[in-house]
């Protein structure tokens, strides 16, 4: 039985990782449940799961969930420090991190430090620190399961082809509700418009990123350091069904695709379960109902942030880890109103070109410049909001 820590429960990739768990009773158990702010729902998760530890971020909801958890075995702890520390636990067989933004970079290098495998849905602690991250699973000797399902897609189609030489790979957008859109149209777009994707149930913060095409920037950036292609090898088409989850094409021209319904739980299962299948009970893809599957290429013209991810990729550096924090703030400010849609890709840029740039980032380079960046972007919004 593998013993699971989930940092972020209460996020959709969370709620939908403990789906999964109630279906393999005898394959998971629940060791660790963590949450930032959402301390009712940590409680409920808590109460129903019986971890051993959890784990609240936001200090001052500490009283409140540890009187709720009085009455049971349950450890309650908070704060940064306890978030990092739990992942060390020898209790601890893998860590789901679902963690939004930056949040997860530090816990994922405590987990892999303590030789903790880690199911990575947090796409930011790639794009933030690809090039310190990576080594240190290696040396380590701790496989990086990635949840997403685009670069789940990737490592299901590697499998067994690691003696093959990879020339493209090739990642799927749904192109989010305003595929198609102009500059024009996008000017005038809302927060209401903007949080209904079209295809997939996430978070604001991944919904917002996903109708600006940022979050498929990151997830090129975060393939990158997955899969040791270069930015000229990959590609971003836009599949508005979100059948095709993301392709790799070989040397010889031959392209492998993983398809299935969009349903986070199917890679979230594979990940915590890798490297067998296990069976499951979602709902199966039926090309019946999909007579027609559609690609067409992504408009970077329009949608700049994609282009951004792509600049800050080829330039190195800590230059994503700039982008990563500006837009960060820039998604926060547009979900307060304080900012336009097409003024969260003018304030990426904007810190990307005026943050410092450093070459070989160390972890504590990491660190400052996501700080630096977000004071020069919270300064950009002051100046600049509606």
């Not at 279906?23 to 949450?35: K, Y």
């Not at 970079?105 to 990576?134: C, R």
């Not at 003696?163 to 005038?188: C, D, M, W, Y």
């Amino acid at each position: 039985m593998k013993r699971i820590a989930i940092l972020g429960s209460t996020g959709s990739i969370g709620t939908q990782a403990l789906e999964v768990i109630a279906e393999h009773l005898s394959e998971f158990s629940v060791e660790v449940l963590t949450a930032q702010n959402q301390a009712d729902l940590l409680i409920t998760q808590a109460l129903a799961w019986k971890p051993a530890h959890v784990v609240i971020g936001n200090e001052a909801k500490y009283a409140e969930v540890k009187a709720a958890l009085a009455g049971t075995q349950i450890q309650v702890h908070s704060g940064a420090k306890a978030l990092e520390e739990v992942v060390t636990l020898d209790s601890v067989d893998i860590v789901l991190t679902a963690l939004v933004g930056y949040a997860g970079l530090l816990p994922t290098v405590k987990a892999i430090k303590a030789g903790k495998p880690i199911a990575l849905a947090n796409k930011e602690t790639l794009v933030v620190a690809g090039a310190l991250i990576m080594p240190l699973a290696r040396e380590m000797g701790v496989p990086i399961l990635p949840v997403d399902s685009e670069h789940s897609a990737i490592f299901q189609c590697l499998m067994g082809e690691s003696h093959n030489p990879i020339e493209k790979v090739i990642l799927t957008a749904s192109g989010g509700p305003f595929r198609g859109f102009s500059r024009e149209q996008l000017a005038q777009v809302t927060r209401a418009q903007a949080l209904k994707h079209p295809n997939w149930s996430m978070g604001a913060k991944i919904t917002i990123d996903s109708a600006s095409l940022m979050n498929k920037g990151l997830e090129v950036i975060e393939a990158a350091w997955l899969f040791d292609v270069k930015p000229s090898e990959i590609e971003v088409v836009v599949h508005p069904q979100s059948i095709v989850h993301s392709l790799v094409q070989f040397e010889d021209g031959s392209i492998k695709a993983q398809l299935g319904l969009p349903d986070m739980k199917l890679p979230i299962q594979f990940a915590l379960g890798y490297p067998n299948r296990m069976k499951a009970s979602f709902p199966r893809f039926d090309f019946r109902q999909y007579p027609s599957l559609t690609f067409e290429q992504a408009d970077t013209q329009t949608f700049r942030n994609l282009g951004l991810a792509f600049q800050a990729l080829e330039k190195g550096g800590n230059q994503a880890c700039l982008l990563n924090a500006a837009n960060e703030v820039a998604v926060a400010a547009f979900l307060e109103d304080q900012i336009g849609f097409l003024a969260m890709s003018d304030l990426n840029e904007y810190c990307m070109n005026q943050g410092t740039f450093i070459a070989n980032p160390s972890l504590e380079d990491y660190i400052e410049s996501d700080k630096l960046s977000r004071i020069m972007a919270q300064e950009w919004v002051d100046k600049n909001r509606k």
